[in-house]
């Protein structure tokens, strides 16, 4: 695994950017804030590991609550 996604769920605002730019890793839980799908969680965070990075950064960049992080070999990309 080299890319690594993070999500704040304790900062999102519930735009949807994320989901509309990459369902594919987020959706909107029943909470009504964004979760990362198949994820870890670790206290309010969700750590996903992935092999390449699909659409998180993009994602990432969508954030305006910027609550997503990606990271490769353990340095941040967004
Ligand atoms: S883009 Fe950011 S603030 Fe908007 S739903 Fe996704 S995680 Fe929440």
Same mark, same amino acid.
């Given at each position: 695994?080299?890319?690594?996604?993070?999500?704040?769920?304790?900062?999102?605002?519930?735009?949807?950017?994320?989901?509309?730019?990459?369902?594919?890793?987020? #959706?909107? !839980? +029943?909470?009504?804030?964004?979760?990362?799908?198949?994820?870890?969680? %670790? =206290? /309010?965070? $969700?750590?996903?590991?992935?092999?390449?990075?699909?659409?998180?950064? #993009?994602? !990432? +960049?969508?954030?305006?609550?910027?609550?997503?992080?990606?990271?490769? %070999? =353990? /340095?941040? $990309?967004?």
């Amino acid at each position: 695994m080299v890319y690594r996604v993070e999500l704040d769920r304790s900062m999102c605002t519930s735009c949807g950017n994320c989901v509309d730019i990459c369902s594919e890793l987020f #959706e909107i !839980a +029943e909470d009504g804030f964004s979760s990362l799908k198949n994820s870890e969680n %670790d =206290d /309010e965070k $969700q750590i996903l590991d992935l092999d390449n990075e699909m659409c998180s950064i #993009e994602a !990432a +960049e969508s954030c305006p609550a910027m609550c997503i992080q990606v990271y490769k %070999d =353990d /340095e941040e $990309q967004v």
